[in-house]
């Protein structure tokens, strides 16, 4: 099982960069920034941009792949995504990875002053977007991440993707939505078929958070365990977990030096 990891631009700058520090030293493969113009639980408070976030990250660490999970049509012009893709691949020797969705998050639409689309408009937009932006990147070999859970967004990974990211589900139980997400690696599996692609090809990727999928793999190596075995049975290969642990996860479901000790174990021959 692949592990990354996703820190919230909530933190003050050296704090960030020191979480960034401790997820590279530990071994992870990828550590991503979410991008998004302001937290939606704390509209108010510190939120520092995705790109520039995402360059601080990308300088700060020296063997983790990096990348936003994920840039949101909503905010972003594919040539200039494009551009912004090669630089920081550039700039980090190589390490970029280059995440798009189809947005939709209502602050966003509300700061941006951009129109909140209708579904099937939302999903034509995410298509153009990612045509035109694999078009622009031409010959720059920048990984691919789509992310989403429609039918289009899944024929649309079979097509263009290197990776495709779930976030699971909105309120879901644990086997609810490994249960939904065998359904939906069935139906990826379908569309790489069409496009004649190797399934295989394709990193199938779930982003863990308590307010998407009540899990938590915090309260002991066992639980930890079981999350693994739980994503790997409903087809998952790359495991995302938000840092610090705390992260959104309820009070008393994180003891104190789980996560590391798991995360060494995990990654330590890495």
């Not at 078009?135 to 993707?161: K, Q, Y």
């Not at 199938?204 to 790997?232: D, K, M, N, Q």
Request: net charge negative.
């Amino acid at each position: 099982m692949r592990l990354g990891a996703i820190t919230l631009p909530t933190a003050p700058w050296a704090e960030l960069v020191e979480r960034w520090r401790v997820l590279d030293e530990l071994g992870f493969e990828t550590i991503w920034a979410p991008d998004h113009l302001a937290n939606p639980l704390d509209p108010e408070g510190r939120w520092y941009e995705g790109w520039t976030t995402l360059t601080g990250l990308a300088l700060a660490t020296e063997r983790a792949r990096v990348g936003t999970l994920v840039s949101s049509i909503t905010l972003r012009n594919p040539a200039v995504l494009a551009k912004a893709a090669a630089s920081v691949d550039r700039l980090s020797g190589g390490r970029m990875e280059l995440g798009v969705g189809a947005g939709g998050a209502p602050l966003d639409h509300e700061l941006a002053g951009v129109e909140n689309w209708p579904p099937p408009e939302r999903a034509r937009r995410l298509r153009a977007f990612a045509e035109r932006l694999v078009s622009v990147l031409g010959d720059e070999r920048v990984p691919l991440t789509i992310g989403g859970m429609a039918t289009g967004t899944l024929r649309l990974a079979a097509e263009l993707a290197d990776r495709w990211s779930s976030y699971g589900g909105r309120g879901l139980r644990p086997a609810e939505a490994a249960a939904q997400a065998l359904e939906l690696n069935r139906k990826l599996d379908g569309f790489c078929a069409e496009a004649g692609r190797d399934p295989a090809s394709i990193v199938r990727s779930v982003l863990i958070g308590y307010p998407f999928i009540a899990e938590t793999p915090w309260r002991s190596p066992e639980a930890f365990a079981e999350l693994v075995e739980r994503w790997e049975a409903a087809g998952m290969n790359e495991i995302v977990v938000y840092y610090p642990p705390e992260t959104g996860m309820p009070e008393g479901t994180v003891e104190p030096g789980v996560f590391e000790q798991v995360m060494r174990e995990q990654l330590g021959d890495r």
